[in-house]
């Protein structure tokens, strides 16, 4: 290794989902929304003047944040924004766990939490999940430097109700407590109202999954002004202008779209649950789920297996090859029509 080496800040990245290009493919491997953005979105595309581009974009997004704290009932104070909740995450890590005390987070979870954790030196502590792929509130209550987990987790897709995320954060108030919501919007109780109650609590959403604009990188949270201008004053230290004019024009038109955005979500739910019906059928069983994927493993046949077979059919899910999760697979919910030729192959090969 040469001298320069020993002073490199070396981390074991975090590993995205594959991202194949054939026409004929069906790509339920990243949890993307199979139907395209708002009408809105489109028409604020084509209005766009491109000669603003030569602009540098508002630090403050104050347009999308407004737009935010009017959808959702808050106070624009309270809202923060970023490219991508990765953005807004690992902002978050960066600003709010400074302790020596190690963080706790599931060990079966979004695999970005230890990269981060690692990236910025940050101790922490990963908690098994039970038998059910549950989160145990009380795993989460000793000492600690900070809480993070999604709710519905991820891969797994499974909620934990409102009143036992809340003990967690009632019994942490020392700590900062954030609550991963990018999945919350297909069926699951969102803990937004709690951020009135509990100034240490931190909920992040993104327009990636639920409003079909993961192209774009928009993610956001909400928390107390406190909170808020905690990290904005860190991000204002890092990069100034970390969302561009195209994502804080049509971000703002997808989130106005509320008529749209329940269109959508209430068909991917539809959908989710008939594919539930007849995974079950071909002999596979999942934790219930509350987000756009399905979390599955088979009676008889290795998820490896099954993934290399889809894969052969242009047909991508996800696997994961690590302990406890390796014979499952993660299947997002797309159209009527992909997940019935979804079904289709898996009957016939099996």
Do not use: C
């Not at 999945?183 to 992040?204: H, M, Q, R, T, W």
């Amino acid at each position: 290794m040469s001298i320069w080496e020993e002073n490199v800040r070396k981390v074991v990245p975090y590993t995205p989902g594959e991202q194949p290009d054939f026409p004929d493919m069906i790509k339920l491997n990243t949890n993307e929304n199979p139907y395209p953005p708002s009408p809105l979105v489109e028409k604020a595309l084509k209005e766009m003047d491109a000669d603003a581009l030569r602009l540098y974009p508002a630090p403050a997004a104050d347009a999308l944040v407004e737009g935010l704290a009017a959808v959702y009932h808050v106070k624009k104070e309270q809202v923060f924004v970023g490219v991508g909740s990765d953005d807004v995450l690992a902002m978050a890590f960066l600003t709010f766990f400074n302790s020596d005390k190690p963080i706790l987070f599931p060990n079966i979870t979004y695999s970005f939490y230890d990269v981060w954790a690692d990236l910025f030196r940050i101790p922490y502590e990963q908690i098994p999940l039970n038998e059910e792929f549950a989160i145990v509130p009380e795993d989460y209550m000793k000492e600690n430097g900070g809480i993070i987990f999604p709710n519905p987790n991820a891969p797994t897709g499974v909620e934990m109700p409102f009143e036992e995320v809340e003990r967690i954060i009632a019994h942490n108030p020392e700590s900062v407590v954030i609550i991963d919501e990018a999945y919350v919007d297909f069926g699951a109780a969102s803990v937004l109202p709690l951020i009135e109650k509990y100034e240490n609590l931190l909920v992040v959403q993104t327009t990636s999954k639920s409003r079909s604009m993961a192209g774009m990188r928009i993610g956001f949270a909400f928390g107390s002004e406190k909170m808020i201008h905690y990290l904005n004053d860190a991000k204002y230290s890092f990069n100034s202008y970390t969302m561009n004019r195209p994502s804080l024009i049509l971000g703002s038109a997808a989130i106005q779209d509320e008529a749209y955005f329940r269109e959508t979500t209430a068909k991917i739910v539809t959908v989710r649950e008939w594919t539930k019906k007849e995974l079950k059928r071909l002999g596979f069983s999942f934790p219930d789920s509350k987000t756009n994927f399905i979390f599955a493993t088979h009676e008889h046949v290795p998820a490896k297996e099954l993934f290399e077979a889809l894969k052969k059919q242009h047909i991508f899910v996800r696997y994961f090859n690590k302990p406890g999760i390796d014979n499952y697979l993660r299947i997002t919910i797309g159209t009527e029509e992909q997940m019935k030729k979804l079904i289709a192959f898996l009957e016939q090969y099996l």
